[in-house]
């Protein structure tokens, strides 16, 4: 697939196995996000975004519908077809459009993972309403641990993020959940997993009302190397905190680790689909073969030969060795 606007099978802990599409390439940058997370797996921002109008290399509705179009019966289960990929995906204000026309060829119901930042806007807002489900972060409530963690581009503040999260969910149209990703530092930087953050973040979430929440914590290598995972013994303490303060029924807490039936996938290029799993997410050896479908002998060789054109490196230990673009 030249474009890589559809990205292949991915097998995530949360949305089981989901169809990415990215919608915004890297243009002149290496990525297109108004966003430089503390803990992002794709690595460092070099220029911040600060409004939909500044973005080079968006993609046009009819590439969108093209792609699906070739590429969504390939496979046999899909769960969600899901806007996500390198870039946040609300940048795009073509979005609600593409959501419209995908619905004329796919009954695969609709996701987008968005960052949160754009939601203070009516456009953006309206285009995420046409999804059957968003899955939004919220990382604190606190302006100072928001603006550390996420180190955002000039004028976003946490206050109307949440304003713009309240305001969606009083909309109708789209599922909202909001993921919160807890962390936690080796070095004392500020983070979110303190009992001060998490009551903040319970206060917030119950003005926000939204109907799932979701806890995790980073299994990829971070952007910053001062950043660590919350334990599973504090993740389950505050997962039982969120329980007693919001309800337990829509309190999800997503562990490390995932099991499923893989199904059958028609492979074309199986190089490319190696390449662009990797380009959007950095994976282990056996998270590729578990989203791809494939074994781990027709894997091998196929990585050695990426790693030897310098197309993807090796980041994490050799416990948790992990493969990420170059």
Do not use: W
């Amino acid at each position: 697939m030249k474009s890589r606007i559809v990205y292949g099978p991915i097998l995530s802990r949360r949305l089981g196995r989901s169809l990415g599409i990215d919608i915004v390439k890297k243009g002149e940058f290496k990525k297109n996000c108004n966003f430089d997370c503390v803990y992002c797996q794709l690595g460092h921002v070099d220029h911040k975004i600060s409004d939909p109008s500044k973005v080079t290399g968006l993609v046009r509705t009819e590439e969108v519908i093209e792609s699906i179009a070739n590429y969504h019966k390939k496979v046999d289960d899909l769960d969600y077809i899901t806007f996500s990929g390198t870039c946040e995906p609300t940048l795009n204000l073509e979005m609600g459009e593409m959501i419209e026309e995908i619905r004329k060829i796919s009954d695969v119901p609709i996701c987008v993972i968005t960052n949160s930042s754009l939601v203070t806007r009516e456009d953006v807002r309206n285009n995420l309403s046409k999804a059957d489900i968003v899955i939004a972060t919220l990382v604190s409530g606190n302006e100072d641990t928001f603006q550390s963690i996420n180190r955002p581009a000039n004028g976003i503040e946490v206050h109307d993020i949440i304003e713009g999260l309240k305001e969606l969910q009083k909309m109708e149209g789209a599922k909202l959940a909001i993921e919160v990703m807890l962390l936690d530092s080796n070095s004392g930087y500020l983070t979110n997993s303190n009992d001060h953050e998490v009551n903040k973040l319970i206060e917030v979430l119950r003005y926000i009302d939204p109907d799932e929440i979701e806890l995790l914590t980073t299994s990829r290598p971070p952007a910053e190397d001062y950043i660590i995972p919350v334990t599973e013994t504090r993740l389950k303490e505050i997962a039982q905190n969120f329980d007693e303060e919001l309800g337990r029924e829509r309190i999800k807490l997503v562990l490390k680790g995932l099991k499923r039936k893989r199904s059958k996938i028609k492979h074309e290029d199986l190089t490319n689909e190696v390449y662009d799993l990797i380009l959007r997410r950095p994976c282990t050896f056996d998270q590729m073969i578990q989203s791809l479908d494939i074994d781990k002998n027709e894997l091998l060789p196929l990585i050695e030969n990426l790693l030897s054109e310098k197309k993807i490196i090796k980041i994490g230990s050799e416990k948790d060795c992990y493969y990420r673009a170059a």
